[in-house]
């Protein structure tokens, strides 16, 4: 039977600083049947350009330095592997863009951004 969740068996890296993945975060992707590695930028990039990465998208922490994150950005895109940058919690002052919580709307738009159809690398 076909899982009705479009990150069923999906491997999503959320690459981000201490804390910014919490207990109920893990939960939610995981009830979506999605498998989560976490990382930091340091442990992410250490990888060759050769090999082969195990996975299919990145959500990133929009709080990690700037040059961090343009790099990651750059590796992301050469690997093909789609991503987008997150908060890790919602602010009055959002108007756009993406929270990491275990909140539906928030993990669907997330889930659209990186898998749905007309998605695209750039974020």
């Known amino acids: 039977?076909?899982?009705?969740?479009?990150?069923?068996?999906?491997?999503?890296?959320?690459?981000?600083?201490?804390?910014f993945v919490s207990d109920g975060v893990k939960e939610a992707w995981a009830a979506r049947r999605a498998v989560v590695?976490?990382?930091s930028v340091d442990v992410v990039a250490?990888?060759?350009s050769d090999e082969t990465l195990p996975?299919?998208?990145a959500i990133i922490?929009?709080?990690?330095?700037?040059?961090?994150?343009?790099?990651?950005?750059?590796?992301?895109?050469?690997?093909?592997i789609p991503f987008v940058f997150a908060q890790g919690h919602r602010s009055e002052a959002l108007s756009a863009?993406?929270?990491?919580?275990?909140r539906p709307g928030d993990i669907n738009a997330i889930v659209a951004a990186l898998f749905g159809p007309g998605s695209g690398y750039y974020h």
């Open 1 to 19: 039977m076909k899982s009705l969740s479009p990150v069923a068996g999906k491997t999503i890296v959320i690459i981000g600083g201490p804390g």
């Open 37 to 39: 590695v976490i990382s």
């Open 46 to 48: 250490m990888h060759s």
């Open 55 to 57: 996975y299919d998208a």
């Open 61 to 80: 922490d929009v709080t990690i330095p700037d040059q961090a994150m343009l790099t990651m950005n750059e590796w992301l895109e050469m690997r093909r």
């Open 97 to 102: 863009g993406f929270v990491l919580s275990d």
